[in-house]
């Protein structure tokens, strides 16, 4: 609980865009669709919504699932995913969903 709190107020003090390229992060999205929907917005409640998600945050919590540090929920399935992603991946994926309008 402490971890998530202080990555919380870390991603709260970042910039709400992040280093990546969105259109470089919609082309790599394709597999982020199953689960999180088409523009991030997810279908079933069990998956978060990602579109307007601020995508510092996002490119951290990417990174703590491919370094294991998030569990629960769906974050085996997450691990699986981003394991084969790159930093500069990461970013992308997370400019990408940050620059959408956020779901209902």
Request: hydrophobic share 45%; glycine share 12%.
């Amino acid at each position: 609980m402490k971890q998530w709190l202080i990555v919380s107020l870390v991603a709260i003090t970042l910039p709400v865009w992040a280093a990546g390229d969105a259109q470089r992060g919609a082309e790599k999205a394709g597999s982020c669709l199953a689960c999180h929907g088409a523009q991030g917005k997810a279908a079933a409640p069990i998956y978060p919504n990602l579109a307007g998600q601020n995508a510092a945050y996002l490119e951290l919590a990417l990174q703590a699932y491919k370094k294991g540090e998030r569990n629960g929920g769906q974050a085996e399935v997450m691990k699986a995913f981003v394991a084969g992603l790159s930093d500069s991946d990461m970013a992308d994926l997370a400019a990408y969903y940050g620059s959408l309008q956020p779901g209902d």
